[in-house]
């Protein structure tokens, strides 16, 4: 029987159509217009999974708000570095949005992110003085220089009407607040990138299509097997570069790929659900993004927050995330995954951090029994007016955290977006979760110079990537004044000011 098995050749393979293969390959097009570029997604639309705006915090991660990035040490005193880097990061984001809305490559920016203020908000004296000693860690800096303190119960009910509504004016509160933070919805932003990249010569995109197999052959291309779902074609491509950017599939993928890097790594799965409110009078209330205090053992992507959200057009309120524990890796996975991932390789890293985080075990467990009314007790800590009629459960995004192995402990749970890269550079792969979309231009900046070294290099890439980022090559937390002219610039472009 002939072999009717479909193949193709070209420079790249993006395994999954989120923000991160739609922001790598639309870098590598920038950079080099005649590369050739193939996507391969399970689905079948771009940005379902991670980057949908239902499945994640929808917040511009500039750590203007997340108390999470600024942890305190045993000895009372907070870390400023991760918070800094962060907001570093998302500066480069806004910088390469506006070029792409300025070069006409993306459009309608008032469809993807929007103005919204950025507020975190603690209450008891020992959080509030936390919240005092990191406003005074991050304001010294040019990044946070905008960033406002108060205790002051009249100014609060200006930020946010809703949050004091019906609170006892007894209670010890604090907030600072951040009036340049944004909205961002990244599952619009990433269909636009893609929507502009599929018409360009040498790209396109395949929906439907599973990647079942990947192996690096002799010659240093990769033997790629692909499953188109719709019709049951075979399909194999040969790629010189593969990313896999495929949300909680890429461990399995790394797993298949079968290269020295990828040993020892597992992964933790995360689900969660959201309170959607449904009454309009309380969502016309809220306009900001209010951040507390994550559980103890609370995994980064649980850090409480009442958010107000722009999604299909349409204005929302949210609060959550509540975290739960599946054995699926994506929305739409399967209930296998997790038994599936588990190899010799990675068994011992991942007993070992299961053990070294009990804590995160029963704060799972113990979101997993939450009844409604524990759920909307834990929404009136923040919204103390609210009502449960008024609010409905929905099913949120599913995250992976990385497990690696550690010399010393025999495993560790990663919190974060972690990027492996083969040794020649062929195969880059993303695991993990937050911030990684509001920060996926850096990343994927950082990945091209480890895997297409000699190019990175050249005169003609670097003055590119000054073009399409004004502040490359420069510390924008060093440097206030082109902050503030990148920040105004960017604004503008973006219709933030509006």
Known sequence: MPDTTIRTNSDVVLIGAGIMSATLGIILKELQPDITIEIYERLDIAAAESSDAWNNAGTGHSAFCELNYTPESEDGSVSANKAISIAESFEVSRQFWAYLVQENKVSSPENFIKSIPHLSFVWGDKNVAYLKKRFEALQSNPLFKEMVFSKDLSLLKQWMPLVMEGRDESDKVAATSMSIGTDVNFGELTRNIFGYLTKLDGVTIHFHHEVTKLK???????????????????????????????????????????????????????????????????????QAKVYGKASVGAPPMSVPHIDSRMINGEKQLLFGPFAGFSTRFLKNGSYSDLPLSIKPDNIIPMIAAGIKNIPLTKYLIDQVRQSPKDRINALKEYVPSAKAKDWVLERAGQRVQVIKKDEKEGGILEFGTEVITTQDGSLSVLLGASPGASTAVSIMIDLIERCFKDQFKTAEWQEKLKVMIPSYGHKLNENPDLLAEIRKETAAVLKLNT
């Open 216 to 286: 690096q052959r002799e010659d240093k291309l990769w033997r790629i097997k692909i499953t188109d779902l719709a019709s049951g074609q075979k399909k194999k491509a040969y790629p010189k570069f593969v990313f896999i950017g495929a949300g909680g599939g890429s461990l399995p993928l790394l797993e298949k790929a079968n290269v020295i890097e990828g040993k020892g790594y597992g992964g933790f799965p995360v689900s969660g659900q959201w309170l959607k409110c449904v009454n309009p009078d309380v969502i016309a209330k809220h």
